[in-house]
Nanobody
Framework: VQLQASGGGLVQAGGCLRL?????????????VGWFRQAPGKEREFVAT???????LYADSVKGRFTISRDNAKNTLYLQVNSLKPEDTAVYYC?????????????????????WGQGTQVTVSS
């Protein structure tokens, strides 16, 4: 699976963006996928995950503001980010599990992640 993230940019606090992650392969719908982010000087952290069966999980810091979704017909993963805050500034990475029909309980800890996109920069000004 190859992943390519896009959609980042510079927005003011309170603004919104939709991040996209285009995936290769015909079995995209069978992968658990997710988003992570890395702010300057900080470690990469979990943002959201969407299992192959449709279950979602969000980091507490983004719950209620971010929405993860997928369009299997387009082989694309999305992250709608609303009510952005300066602390959301980071490079956002999409990720997919190491194999199909695999829903690792600790995907949020990067265990079971097998594929990474190249990242897209989100900068939120105050």
């Amino acid at each position: 699976v190859q992943l390519q993230a896009s959609g980042g940019g510079l927005v003011q606090a309170g603004g919104c963006l939709r991040l996209s992650c285009a995936a290769s392969g015909r079995t995209f719908n069978a992968y658990t996928v997710g988003w992570f982010r890395q702010a300057p000087g900080k470690e990469r952290e979990f943002v959201a995950t969407l299992s192959w069966s449709g279950a979602t999980l969000y980091a507490d810091s983004v719950k209620g503001r971010f929405t993860i979704s997928r369009d299997n017909a387009k082989n694309t993963l999305y992250l709608q980010v609303n009510s952005l805050k300066p602390e959301d500034t980071a490079v956002y990475y999409c990720a997919a599990a190491v194999r199909t029909y695999y829903d690792p309980t600790d995907f949020s800890s990067e265990v079971g992640v097998g594929y990474w996109g190249q990242g897209t920069q989100v900068t939120v000004s105050s």
